[in-house]
């Protein structure tokens, strides 16, 4: 009897679980109909400035089950319907309304939002906004939406075949490249800001006259058309300036160039005999190959900077090239590697098989060559071939080098002492190139007639700072 008893407990205590494991599958399967405990990963998603008709990238949030039952959502909806400048879909099903949607317990649906600003008469940036509804259980929420929107001059794979200027009235965005055709001159005036997709060279065969101030709001920026996080700080967010055999009498002043693959590309000397660029109070940073490259060109360069790019500057093939006041610096970030020199100085360049030379001349006085978190030893280098002219000078400057460059001549030069910039932070990306007290750059210079700094602020006559910045 004993034994019969303990089986008959055994199937009792079976039967018992596999009843609590059902009620427990039961109650999981069904809907909660009551008061429930639903949250979002966010209560608002913001959109950085876009340009009207362009688009923008998608963002999400997720909607959370925090029961323990399924969950029925009767109804996810843009506040503005149909006519809301903004798109939703809810884990495949587009919007602007999408119902019954279920929800397992302590699971989560995406919601993805994009936006597209129609374009209108507005000059200046402009704010839209809108709202997710979410409906439940006979409750809601909401999450907010909003975005940042300016009109702009649109152009896609445009040539300029007539001398053309542009205003600071609004942006420009570049779609697909843009060409300034040979004896043509695009001017542009203080305080434009040209933005270009991914896909937009910009190509001169002719001149190219940008003269901004050196206020913030004066100054010409030319940089890519991703203005949202994480995109703007991407380097070779489109392709870069290009001046062409054919180019002549290009002058940049109070210009920024920012994010591009490079920043700006010479290819042979001006045909009028002149200089080929004039850049003046100028900065090219965050350039994904290199800030400068020239090949048998010419520039003239006071008071510039280039700063974080890969290569910040080439100048091969010789050439004539003269840079005061100049400061090329770069830190290894998380954007790009320092992992080549400063400058690259040669009077030839490979082209397969070939090796082709030219004569070189080029001159630095007042600069600063540095760079730190790098292998990098030799931040200045220069390459002598065959038996072009190869007349390179450095005159009071500060540059690191554990071996100077070859066939150079060096006069009042400090090596491998840190110019104590003001403030550099990688993680931060925070970078103030001007010099501390106390640098050994500070009245390192000679008279070279530079009254100004890239900030427009006054130089002193007799000694003045090395670098682009005086310390005021």
Known sequence: MKTVFLIHMKQILVAITLALITASACKKNSFITGDATVTTSTDSLHFDTLFTTTGSVTQFFRIYNQNDQKLRISEVSLGGGASSYFRINVDGFPGPVVRDLEVEANDSLYVFVTVRIDPNAEDLPFIVQDSVHIKY????????????????????????????????????????????????????????????????????????????????????????????????????????????????????????????????????????????????????????????????????????????????????????????????????????????????????????????????????????????????????????????????SFTNCLMKVKTNPANSTLTNVLLNQSPEFENIDTQKKLYDFRLKAGSPAIDAGIAAGVTIDLDGKPRPVGQPDLGCYEKQ
């Open 137 to 392: 259980n006979n409750q809601e929420q909401w999450v907010q939406l909003d975005a940042w929107g300016q009109n702009a001059h649109f152009y896609r794979d445009r040539l300029i075949d007539a001398d053309e200027t542009w205003t600071n009235d609004r942006p420009y965005v570049i779609l697909g490249g843009m060409l300034v055709d040979e004896n043509v001159t695009l001017t542009i005036q203080k305080g434009t800001r040209i933005y270009l997709h991914a896909d937009a060279p910009l190509l001169i065969d002719g001149s190219l006259h940008a003269a901004g101030g050196p206020d913030e709001t004066e100054k010409i920026i030319f940089r890519g058309d991703r203005l949202d996080a994480p995109y703007k700080d991407y380097p070779a967010a489109w392709p870069g300036i290009i001046f062409r055999d054919k180019s002549i009498d290009n002058q940049l002043q109070y210009v920024e160039i920012r994010n591009a693959y490079q920043g700006i590309v010479l290819s042979n000397p001006a045909s009028n005999g002149l200089t080929k660029l004039a850049l003046k109070e100028s900065v090219i940073d965050n350039c994904y190959d290199a800030g400068i490259i020239a090949a048998n060109s010419s520039i003239d360069a006071v008071n510039c900077l280039i700063s974080n790019c890969g290569k910040n500057m080439m100048l091969v093939k010789g050439g004539n090239y003269s840079f005061k006041h100049f400061t090329s610096a770069a830190y290894t970030n998380s954007f790009i590697q320092h992992k080549e020199p400063l400058l690259l100085l040669a009077n030839f360049i490979k082209d397969g098989n070939n090796v082709l030379e030219a004569d070189l001349t080029a001159n630095f006085i007042n600069c600063i060559f540095w760079a730190e978190n790098s292998i990098v030893e030799n931040e200045v280098v220069a390459q002598k071939q065959g038996n072009p002219a190869f007349n390179v």
